[in-house]
Structure formats: structure tokens, C-alpha cells
């Protein structure tokens, strides 16, 4: 399954549906540069990929500007809403994980679209926005994946009366294949292209999800929504055999991966096999250290000072590496995470680079359509603690400790490799295992994520932190990981909790190779 990259002499579009791949495609036939390309491809996936994305939600992006020779970063992330504090929750145990009670952080996508066009694009929003609001107005083929998502989340879907009506027709779950029409979302995507982003922010559609809330119990305001703002961050990066990674800051959880990456530098991949106990152990206790530091410190850096530069240094990366047992798995407990997640990356022929994701949060997010927008509002703020204590506890006017986390890997100041993928607690684990296949293995981008893959923790409605891996790697494997005391599970040949990872690499005759995720839809576009 998908053995072959797919090679573009000038560019290459990556993502987790073909017909966002192709969105983003034809932008760039039209004109378009990487940068336009990759809204274009974004809001396609908003419509597309409905259980794995949207305009209710949240997304971030590493952008590379040949022209300038720099890399930049956007965090497209919402903040909590004024009047959302620990008194609103007073008795519970935990936010609601659905609902219009866990709609409680302002979406930031749409604002992150207006900001990488204004600064980085050659078109115009209405241009990029035409694909997405073409399949939103007549339709689609409904994938495989939507129609699973939806059986999966079908109770918080009925919940919802705009919701049931849109991804519940006649309260049935729709066929793969079938055509899948989202008029109203339609309708908000084309008040977008022509009035801009302050449509979703400041106009009718922000006026609309307020109303809908405040009438069902929700606490956003129209003040959250008129002040929302995403930054313009600086990256941070670590170096790996040569190349310097680079991921988003906090809020975050990209520093996790590189702290992985400072720990896995000290041992000798050249006498491991990639589908060996030793790589799958070394890589699971690597990510369980890296994830220990990560849950006591992510939250909103303007609400908490994390110590970056000392989880980041080498010589904590040499500290964690030599207490790995290389015989034995350490116990180690995660906080569950939602899943749903969609990563895609463009290159333009001028050398202009995006590594982008977007989120819900769980599958369908909160389970809730905003009113008549057709909007499903992201359940994102339901991973913020009660505990008054706990360094991600809920305050007004806050970002949550956030999983999305694209990557670039550098050679020589440029960039080489685009990487990420969907899934929670997967992404700092499946996103090492790409870029050491790739830097370690010398793999091709479609070959490292077609390899088998493991994903350790747990996710919503589980009770333990198995160590799941895909029956590929072989029994043999399997028991040897037993034996050393993880928890393990088996599972398919391709899996789909194992996520779905998408890569480009450009390589030193300049070309564009694409790989994407065979338990995807995806398609790697290219020329």
C-alpha cells in the first residue's frame, strides 16, 4: 500500500483527502503561491474532512519565505472567553466533553487565513476560499473515514438539533460515498470570501454562534469573538544528526517532540532495525520522559513561565537518555487526548514552503452546529484542569495546553523535510518515528509513513496506556515488547488510531517528494 513517493520537479502538495490535495493544486495552476495554496487546501479540508476539522476550530503553521530567507510560525489558536472561569464548572470533576458547555475557546482558523494571505499571499481570500465553497454548496463524495468518525460520535451529533439535521439526515449515518452537501457552511464560507475574516469574527456569522450559545447554555461572548487575535510566534528547533528541527513554541506541545529527537540522538540507530523490539522500546521510553516534562508545564505561556531553555538543552537530553532502561518499560501515566487532526504541507516552485494542522479536537469537536452557520464549534477548552492548582487550570481570556504541532527540518538553512500528522497524544510520537526513518533509515517520505507504527497512551473512553502496534511489525516483536513490561495491543495492519502522517521532502536536486498516509484519503499532488 502506497510504496511509491510521488516526485514533483516544482511542487508538491500533501494532505489527508484528495480533494483538498487538488484544491490546493489548482491554486497554485492559477497563480497562487505556497502560501495561498495552503488556505486553499485548509478550508477544503474544513469541508471534506468535517469530522477531522473546520471553521470552529483551531490551526497552526510554519511558513518559510524564500524571498526572505526566514521561517516564521502562526499560532492560530483560540482563547478561552472572558466570562469562562472555575465558578461556571463549580461541583464538577471536569469540563463537559461535549456540548455547548465545552464550546469554550474562541475558533482561530478562519483569523490564521487572514493573516498568512495579508502577510505572505499573491490572491485574494474569495480566490483560495472557491474549492472549499464548491463542495460545500453542491457536495462530495462522503469518505470512509467521515462515515466511521460518524458512527463514533453519533450520540453527541443527535444532541444537536443543526447538527443532526446536517451529518445525521433522517437521523441515519451516511453511506461512503454518498454525496455530502453542507449548504449553510456553504453559505458562511461565501459571507467569508467577501466580507473577510471580521464576517466570522465581528458580523453575522460571529453574531449567530454567540446567540446560539448564550440560548443553549454556552458562555462565549460577541466581545471574545471581536478581540480574537492569532500571533506571529518564533519557532523553536533542536539540532539531529545534521539537521535542525524545527516546531511551534507553546502552547504547544512541539518541544516534546525535540526533546524526544535530544534524547534519541545518543543512541546508534545504525545496528537497529526499524521494525526491531529496540526501536519501538527506545522510542516509546524516549516519548514517555519527553511527555512527563510536557503535562507538568504546557499551558499558555502568557499565564506561566516554561522552562524551555532547560527542557531543550542537550544536556538534559544526555540526563533523560542515559535513565532509559534499554531491557525494561518504565511506568509512565497519560492524560487522555482527542484525536482528530488534519496535516497537510505545500511547496511552491519558487521554494516558498507551509506545514500546517488543524483541529476540532475530538472527532466532530464539541458535537455542536452553531445555529444556521453550519459551523461545528471545537471542544478544544474541555482539556483545561478544574484544579486551581494544576498549571492548565481554566482562567478567562487563556489557551489551553494545545496538541497540534506541525514540523520542518532543516539542512543547510533550508528547509528539507515537511512532517506531521494527526492524533493527540500520537503526534510527538508518530512525528519521530517519520523523521527517523527518514534521517536514521534514509526512507522516502511515503515509505516512513507507510512503515508500521506504534502509538503509546490512552484516548478518550480507555482505561489503560497500552502500547499499541500494528501487526506488521510480527509477533516475534510484539512479545519481546511484552516481555519487557509494556502494555501491549495489537492491532490492524493499518491502523487508523495509529493517525495519519503526511511528509515532504526536498532533496538536493531540488525535487519535491510526497508521501501520504495510506490509512488516509490522502494524495500526494505534484509536478
Known sequence: MGSKPVIGTKTM??????????????????????????????????VVYPHMTGLGGDSFWLIWNEAEQRLNAFNGSGRSGYQVNLSCYEGEQSIPLRGTRSCITVPG?????????KTYGRLQLGDVLEPAIGY?????????????????????????????????PSGQIP?????????????????????????????????????YLKENGGYLTIDDFADHHGDWVDPISTDYRGYTIYQLPPNSQ?????????????????????????????????????????????????????????????????????????????????????????????????GNAVSFIQSLYFEFGSGVVAGSTGILLQNRGSYFSLDPQHVNRLEPHKRTFHTLMPAMAFLDGKPAILYGTQGGEGQPQTQTAVIT???????????????????????????????????????????????AGHSVKKVKDFDGVMGQAHAIQIDENEFRIGGTDPRSDGAPIGW
Open 13 to 46: 502538495v500533501v494532505s489527508p483527502h484528495y480533494l483538498a490535495s487538488m484544491a490546493g493544486a489548482k491554486i497554485l495552476e492559477k497563480g497562487g503561491n505556497a502560501f495561498d495554496a495552503a488556505v486553499a487546501v485548509s478550508a477544503c479540508l474544513a
Open 109 to 117: 482558523m478562519v483569523d490564521s487565513w487572514d493573516a498568512i494571505l
Open 136 to 168: 460545500a454548496l453542491n457536495g462530495f463524495p462522503l469518505s470512509t473515514h467521515q462515515a466511521k468518525n460518524t458512527r463514533t460520535a453519533y450520540g453527541a451529533l443527535a444532541g444537536s438539533r443543526p447538527g443532526c439535521d446536517i451529518y445525521l
Open 175 to 211: 453511506a461512503p460515498g454518498s454525496r455530502f452537501v453542507q449548504k449553510e457552511l456553504g453559505r458562511s464560507l461565501q459571507q467569508i470570501a467577501e466580507l473577510g475574516r471580521d464576517a466570522f469574527y465581528k458580523g453575522g456569522i460571529a453574531k449567530e454562534i454567540v446567540s
Open 254 to 350: 512541539g518541544f516534546s517532540a525535540l526533546m524526544a529527537l535530544n534524547i534519541l540522538e545518543h543512541f546508534d540507530f545504525s545496528s537497529i532495525h526499524p521494525r526491531s523490539f529496540d526501536y519501538f522500546h527506545l522510542l516509546a521510553e524516549a516519548l514517555k520522559k519527553s511527555f512527563r516534562d510536557r503535562d507538568q508545564v504546557l499551558t499558555d505561556p502568557e499565564f506561566y513561565d516554561i522552562p524551555l531553555d532547560q527542557l531543550l538543552s542537550k544536556a538534559y537530553g544526555a540526563q533523560l537518555a542515559a535513565a532509559i532502561d534499554r531491557n525494561r518499560a518504565a511506568e509512565a501515566e497519560s492524560e487522555p487526548l482527542g484525536r482528530d487532526t488534519a496535516y497537510a504541507a505545500v511547496v511552491d516552485e519558487d
Open 437 to 483: 526513518r527518514m534521517i536514521d533509515y534514509g526512507m522516502d517520505p511515503q515509505q516512513a509513513v507507510s512503515e508500521p507504527r506504534f502509538v503509546w497512551g490512552r484516548t478518550w473512553g480507555e482505561a489503560s496506556n497500552d502500547l499499541k502496534v500494528e501487526a506488521r511489525v510480527g509477533d516475534e516483536v510484539l512479545k519481546q515488547l511484552a516481555d
